[in-house]
Each structure stands twice: as structure tokens, then as C-alpha cells.
């Protein structure tokens, strides 16, 4: 993956640990080609600003941008106006009902009699993390002010007191979810692919 990508991001890379550089890598490589495709232009020439652990921008009038990844895929988005992604396996091992009860004790629904499913929460947490990442937020940081409303698909951060709408797209192993202010007309160029790391 190195042939896309820069001498500052090669730099930036070998002062990571082995496993976070080659994420690193291969992320910045994923996405100067994908938007090399948008923008018609090389992939060297694409003018990202992609720090680690930093959300990846672009300059003014260029759009926005948003990437997520997980141990065997990852998933970019682009989109005129601001927009947050992310992507979890499907099959992810994780106590969803510790889990609720920890991050979204604002849900109506009841986990005591197990109508809250492993499925529900995961697509929660998905969009839930979209719309971290829309904020350039942090997880830790934002993730109980968050509410999450199935119908209408609605994410409110009440502190901030934002107001966003959300996509859910069950694609053969993940679950993908989009963050995003627009109500209509709403056209993002999203691009998957699997990987492993």
C-alpha cells in the first residue's frame, strides 16, 4: 500500500506500533483512491489531512469525508455536506446487555424482558458511532449524550443540541450505518471493500 501513499504519511506511519501503522497505511491508501476516482485526479494528488486517530478532511470545497474499519473490511463515504460512517461485523461478540445498560440507558425499550435483541443494539451502537464521527467527536467523551430513535431514524445529542437523521445498511457480513443532516436528496458516494489486516 505504500505506492499511495506520502512521504509524510511514510513518516508519520514509523512512528506508530506495527499493527496501527499498517492500518494507517492502508486506510490513506483506500482513500486516495477512492476519491482519485471522484475527483479524477492521482491518488498522490489528493490533498487529504489524515492524522492518526484524527477524523480525515479535506480542503474547503472538496466535500466531506468519513472512514470506518473493522478487523476484515473498511468502508469510506464522501459527501457534499458533512457525514459520519461506521461499520461492525455482524457476527461481533460483545454482553449487548451489559453494553445497553452501561451506554444507552435512555432506550425505551426493555432489556429485562429481553425485547432489546444482540442485532438492535449493534445498530445502535453503529449509528450511534456515525454520528461521533460526523461530530468529529470522541467516543468516550460524547457517547451517553446521545439518543437514538428507531422510528423516525433520528440521533440527538442534547448537550450539543444536535439534531441528525441516520441510514442503516445491512451489507452481507456488517452492518453499516450513515449519520447525516439532510432529510431529502441525500446522495453520498460510499465505497467497501474487504480487507484484511
Known sequence: MQDVATIEEIKTAKNLSSSRSKIFLETRAYLRRSLSTIFDLDPLEIPINAHP???????SGMGNISLSHCKDAITIVWNKSKIGIDIERT??????????????????????????????????????????????????????????????KKLIHKKKNIYLNYSQINFHNWTIALAYEEKASFNPEIICYSKNF
Open 91 to 152: 457476527d461481533r461478540d460483545f454482553n449487548y446487555v451489559k453494553f445497553a445498560k452501561k451506554y444507552f440507558f435512555h432506550t425505551n425499550r426493555s432489556i429485562h424482558n429481553n425485547y432489546l435483541t444482540k442485532n438492535m443494539i449493534l445498530n445502535q451502537w453503529c449509528a450511534v458511532e456515525a454520528a461521533i464521527k460526523w461530530d468529529h467527536g470522541k467516543l468516550a467523551k460524547d457517547i451517553n449524550h446521545w439518543q437514538f430513535f428507531e422510528k423516525p
Open 53 to 59: 486517530g484524527e477524523p480525515p478532511t479535506l480542503p
